[in-house]
Each structure stands twice: as C-alpha cells, then as structure tokens.
C-alpha cells in the first residue's frame, strides 16, 4: 500500500510527526520555567503511532484519547494556538485553561478528549461505536490507551461488549513497554497483546510502531473493516517513550543504555530516511522541520498574550 501513497501525504505525515516532537519538547521547556504547572505525560518517540493511526481516518471521524494524548490532539488537527493557551492555563484555551495536558479536547475537530483514569476511555468508545452505528453513517472511533490499561477490567468488558454489537472501534494499543515503572513483559503471560483479540472474535495485530506507514496500513485496514460493518479490531503498536511515565518520574526503573537502544530507532529520523531513499530531497525535508518549529514558536507567543481565566466564570463546567 505504501507505493501508492502520495508524496504530498507522507510530507503531511512528517510534518505532523515534527509539529508533535516539537511541541513537547516546547512544553517541557516551560514546564521547568514554571510557565506551565500540574504535570504532564511525554510522547516523545512515539510520534508515529499518532500519526499512523490518525491519517487512517475521515476528516468526520472521531478519537479518544488518553492523559499521554497531546500527539493524538495534533495529529487530528488541533490549532496549535488553542492547545499551547490550554497547556498554560488561559481562557482562550479548548477547554478555557481548566483541562491543561491531561483534558483536551476538540470536539469540532473529532477529538473527543483525553482521559486522566486509565483505561477511562475504552469504555466511551464502546458508547460513541453504538451511536455511530445506530446513525448508520459508517463514521468510525479510534480509541487509544496504554499498555497498563489492557490489564484494565474496562479493557476486556468493553472489547467483548463491541464484538457482540459489530460497532465501528478500532482499539489502539500504544505499546510503550511500562506502565508507568511495571514493564509490560512481567504484566503479561503472553508475547503480544493482540493475540487477547482472538478470545473476543475480532481480528488483531501488532505491529512496529516507530514505523509510521506500517502504523497506517494496520489502522487503515481495520478502519475499513468498521466503516463496512464488520465490526471492532485490536491493533498493538509496539513503541517507546523517551521520557518518564510523568514529570515527577525519576527514570531510576530503566538504564540510559536502554534508553539510548531505543532512540536509535526514532520514528522521525526512521522516516526521514526513507523518505530520502525513495528522491525526496533533504532540504525539502529540512524546511518541514523548520516550520514545524516556527509554528511551535508562534503558538508560544499567542498563548502567552492570552487572557488569563476571570474569577467570574471561575464555576463554569462545575454542575455538582
């Protein structure tokens, strides 16, 4: 499949992929200036099952997403503007300053937020797949989580429950190899956890998910399969996150070699490569990096001339 994607689309990839990287290498920067509070949860070196898996879909469909969820915002499109104003709190933010890393949302955009309970939004997906079907528009969901919540109660009900209605969800794995310190090798008796679709009569893959097309044609696969109505899939990306688990992690569970192993196997770099070898050239690829930056940049700048929230409308959202 891969052949017949375009080059303008593979660009669009490695431009989201860049515009993910940078933006939170920009979010940790404020984080230790202080211009940014709470905490946050990291997907740098994961950029590519974000992007793989999103561009499998229709501009209608829908996400659901998870506290480690700022990619999959902007690789469904976020206005960067709106999303940095949320990380640091201003009322001009998508959820006006009051989600922050772990609650963005955007509803206009198909996003339907991020979820800080694990596994919390496995089952929501199972209640928007039964919407979706029920208005017989063959939109479809993708719902991502961790590792850690696939031991999750939530996991193995919701699953079964979207078999036995054939709904439109796709159930996205993002395999980071912990779950928080627990590595998912002693949580598991089992190699791949796609292999956990067959006890619930739906197709399952796992696939490397530093590879962004191998991502793509996986996720597209299945997504096909939904919108035709053939029911639910267990995709597995297999990945690794750069940073802790949260700001307040101190790493000490994992050695710097292992560390290292796996930044050799960057998803943007690994994709740039390819890009290369196929004749597109390195100062095009260049200049989509350097944009990507810029655009960080100028998001910071409007997120900092913002308005903070007003004392006013301090209760809004508050209905209890």
């Keep these: 499949m891969r052949k017949h994607i375009s080059k303008d689309l593979k660009l669009q990839m490695l431009e989201k992929m860049h515009l993910i990287r940078a933006f939170e290498e920009k979010a940790e920067e404020l984080y230790t200036l202080g211009k940014i509070h709470g905490t946050m949860h990291l997907s740098i070196g994961m950029e590519a099952s974000a992007v ?8 209608d ?31 001009n933010g998508y959820c006006h300053g009051r989600g922050g890393s772990m609650h963005i949302a955007d509803i206009k955009g198909g996003n339907l937020g991020a979820n800080g309970v694990v596994s919390g939004g496995i089952p929501i997906s199972v209640g928007v797949g039964l919407g979706l079907k029920r208005e017989g528009k063959r939109r479809v969901v993708l719902c991502f989580f961790g590792d850690g919540a696939a031991n999750e109660g939530a996991f193995h009900e919701s699953l079964n429950m979207a078999a036995i209605y054939r709904l439109p969800v796709i159930f996205i794995c993002e395999n980071n190899q912990y779950a928080m310190s627990l590595p998912y090798q002693k949580a598991f008796a089992i190699e791949k956890i796609s292999d956990r679709a067959s006890g619930y009569g739906m197709p399952g893959k796992t696939v490397d998910g ?22 639910p899939s267990l995709i597995e990306t297999q ?55 810029l655009v960080i940049e100028e998001a910071v700048i409007f ?3 913002s308005p903070e929230p007003s004392l006013d409308d301090i209760e809004r959202g508050v209905y209890a």
Aim: charged letters at 30%.
């Design 52 to 59: 793989g898996s999103i561009f499998a879909l229709q501009s």
């Design 61 to 91: 469909d829908l996400i659901l997403s998870t506290h480690r969820g700022h990619g999959h915002c902007i690789a469904k499109g976020a206005n960067l503007n709106l999303m940095m104003a949320e990380f640091m709190g201003k009322e």
């Design 210 to 231: 530093n590879d962004v097309l191998m991502v793509f044609e996986a996720v597209y696969e299945a997504v096909e399969k939904a919108r035709s109505g053939e029911g």
């Design 239 to 293: 990945t690794y996150r750069w940073r802790g688990h949260s700001k307040s992690d101190a790493n000490r569970y994992r050695t710097k070699e292992e560390i290292e192993f796996w930044k050799e196997k960057c998803p943007i770099r690994r994709f740039s490569d390819y890009l290369t070898s196929i004749g597109i050239d390195q100062t095009e690829l260049a200049g989509v990096e350097k944009q990507a930056s």
């Design 303 to 305: 997120a900092e001339q």
